[in-house]
């Protein structure tokens, strides 16, 4: 099948989230991943659960990553105005030498407003945000590919910048643009190497890659379509139900709809291995050649990694 396929870290405990990651790359997963978030968006997943909060993204991962020695690292996704794009362009070449080149670079713009105006961020309406996103990629890029970089824009400037030393994959580490409105999707197609949407439906995700096709022109062979998606196992849709249910308390479904993501949860892969995997292909045959998957049980994550994985090489 050849599909790149993600493992998702969930904001848990140091040491669990160790285990999550050597567990992925034992299990043969391609990379693994986390969310950017200041504050926890969501309800405790469990009921009567504690709100855990949530880590600091770039620290995670660079941990992980030295724990790990093989498997790939990125997030799901980063928000340049939380870091500045001058910096966090520094942060990635030493993320991605220290690793021995295996970060990837997602961005986006952000949608959570509280954390925004609890950390003193910059707010704007998203077409807004989108051009401060579309700066801040212009800066990381010629950060990572020029000797010096001098840049006036609107949002961002920088002057005779330099960062030394380079990442090590060359010409720069692939830079993913997150979202699916029409500005992200042109977004991605003008200054990303691939674009990263969340939970739609097969049919949804061809018009997407049909939009994006005509957006590439030539570039379209090497350009990246990711999608991040629930995995849940279960015998049939209706358990699969029964089992989100069970396992996410009504506050976080709650948490997920205020968030405009309720979609997600609900255009997720289930069933049986077989349908899981079934399904898949119908995503790769839409244009997916990436997949971040995303558990909320653990023992799916295990089937997942025996049944599934295998026979998506």
Same mark, same amino acid.
């Given at each position: ?7 998702? *870290? ?19 997963? +391609?990379?693994?991943?986390?969310? +950017? ?13 504690? +709100? ?9 991962? %660079?941990? #992980?990553?030295?724990?790990? %020695?093989?498997?790939? !690292?990125?997030?799901?996704?980063? *928000? ?45 309406? $998203? ?30 400037? !920088?002057?005779?910048? $330099? ?20 500005? %992200? ?5 003008? #200054?990303? +190497? ?18 994006? %096709? ?23 849709e209706d358990e699969a139900t029964r089992k989100v249910e069970r396992l996410i308390s009504p506050q976080a479904r709650k948490s997920f709809a205020s968030a405009g993501i309720r979609h997600e949860l609900n255009n997720r892969i289930a069933g049986t291995p077989q349908q899981c995997l079934e399904r898949i292909r119908e995503y790769q045959q839409a244009g997916v050649n990436r997949l971040i998957t995303i558990f909320i049980d653990p023992e799916d994550a295990r089937i997942f990694a025996e049944k599934i994985l295998?026979?998506?090489?």
């Amino acid at each position: 099948m050849n599909l790149e396929v993600g493992f998702f *870290i969930p904001s848990v405990p140091p040491e669990i989230a160790v285990q999550m990651a050597l567990q992925a790359e034992k299990d043969g997963f +391609d990379f693994i991943t986390c969310d +950017d978030h200041m504050m926890n968006p969501f309800a405790p997943m469990q009921e009567g659960s504690p +709100d855990y909060g949530a880590h600091e993204a770039w620290t995670m991962m %660079s941990f #992980l990553a030295g724990a790990t %020695s093989r498997i790939s !690292v990125s997030h799901m996704v980063l *928000i340049p105005t939380f870091r500045g794009p001058a910096l966090l362009a520094k942060m990635g070449a030493t993320l991605d030498l220290f690793s021995g080149g295996r970060m990837d670079l997602t961005i986006g713009a952000g949608w959570y407003e509280n954390e925004f105006h609890a950390y003193n961020f910059p707010w704007e309406k $998203q077409p807004e945000r989108l051009e401060r996103e579309r700066e801040a990629v212009q800066v990381i890029r010629s950060l990572w590919r020029e000797e010096k970089t001098t840049f006036q824009g609107k949002y961002y400037q !920088v002057t005779e910048a $330099q960062v030394l030393p380079k990442p090590q994959q060359l010409p720069t580490p692939p830079i993913w643009i997150a979202g699916d409105s029409r500005r %992200s999707i042109q977004l991605a197609a003008d #200054l990303g +190497d691939g674009l990263l949407v969340h939970g739609h439906q097969p049919h949804s995700i061809a018009k997407m890659h049909s939009t994006l %096709s005509s957006m590439l022109g030539e570039r379209k062979a090497r350009f990246g379509f990711g999608m991040a998606a629930f995995v849940v196992l279960a015998a049939d849709e209706d358990e699969a139900t029964r089992k989100v249910e069970r396992l996410i308390s009504p506050q976080a479904r709650k948490s997920f709809a205020s968030a405009g993501i309720r979609h997600e949860l609900n255009n997720r892969i289930a069933g049986t291995p077989q349908q899981c995997l079934e399904r898949i292909r119908e995503y790769q045959q839409a244009g997916v050649n990436r997949l971040i998957t995303i558990f909320i049980d653990p023992e799916d994550a295990r089937i997942f990694a025996e049944k599934i994985l295998p026979h998506c090489r």
